[in-house]
């Protein structure tokens, strides 16, 4: 089953918002499979935004993510990449779809309270910088036969 890299940023942490952003995930029947709280270096900065260390944006980007203490959450479910990306919504708050977590909870192009991995092959690369093997676990929910009909897996 696909699995998912999810950052609550400083921003949520600040506000509060870790919470409430987690019980969407819950809510919706995604499975946490890893989850940690840690600081992210400059380096690891760098490589988790590679695609933008060149944007203007970047030094900012990498302060803040470097600021304080971030969490760091694997999400498995059925195509839960796309599903989780759709309902994080668009980069810029402003223009995320109602109803989605960035729209629901932020108002900011870069203060935007969470990431989500883009693509499944991103989400590999993702999960692997932030956590091992062991950090990561393989279990079953008690009541998977109400979360999906057998032949969805
Ligand atoms: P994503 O988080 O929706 O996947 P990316 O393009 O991968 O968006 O950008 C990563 C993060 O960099 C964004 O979530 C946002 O915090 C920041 N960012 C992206 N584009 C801009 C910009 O144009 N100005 C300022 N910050 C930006
Ligand atoms: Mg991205």
Same mark, same amino acid.
């Given at each position: 089953?696909?699995?998912?890299?999810?950052?609550?940023?400083?921003?949520?942490?600040?506000?509060?918002?870790?919470?409430?952003?987690?019980?969407?995930?819950? =809510? #919706?029947?995604?499975?946490?499979?890893?989850? #940690?709280?840690?600081?992210?270096?400059?380096?690891?900065? =760098?490589?988790?935004?590679?695609?933008?260390?060149? =944007?203007?944006?970047?030094?900012?980007?990498?302060?803040?993510?470097?600021?304080?203490?971030?969490?760091?959450?694997?999400?498995?479910?059925?195509?839960?990449?796309?599903?989780?990306?759709?309902?994080?919504?668009?980069?810029?708050?402003?223009?995320?779809?109602?109803?989605?977590?960035?729209?629901?909870?932020?108002?900011?192009?870069?203060?935007?309270?969470?990431?989500?991995?883009?693509?499944?092959?991103?989400? #590999? =690369?993702?999960?692997?910088? /932030? /956590?091992?093997?062991?950090?990561? /676990?393989?279990?079953?929910?008690?009541? #998977?036969? /109400?979360?999906?009909?057998?032949?969805?897996?």
């Amino acid at each position: 089953m696909e699995r998912t890299l999810i950052l609550f940023k400083p921003d949520a942490i600040q506000r509060g918002l870790v919470g409430e952003i987690l019980g969407v995930f819950e =809510k #919706k029947g995604l499975k946490i499979v890893g989850m #940690k709280m840690l600081r992210m270096t400059p380096d690891l900065s =760098k490589r988790h935004y590679a695609h933008l260390v060149d =944007k203007p944006f970047y030094a900012d980007l990498e302060k803040f993510m470097t600021s304080q203490p971030i969490i760091a959450m694997v999400l498995e479910g059925v195509e839960v990449v796309s599903v989780v990306r759709d309902i994080v919504g668009a980069t810029n708050a402003r223009k995320a779809a109602p109803g989605t977590i960035r729209a629901r909870f932020s108002n900011s192009l870069s203060r935007n309270v969470i990431h989500a991995s883009d693509s499944v092959e991103t989400a #590999k =690369k993702e999960i692997s910088n /932030f /956590f091992s093997d062991e950090e990561l /676990f393989e279990y079953d929910f008690a009541l #998977k036969p /109400f979360f999906y009909a057998g032949d969805e897996e």
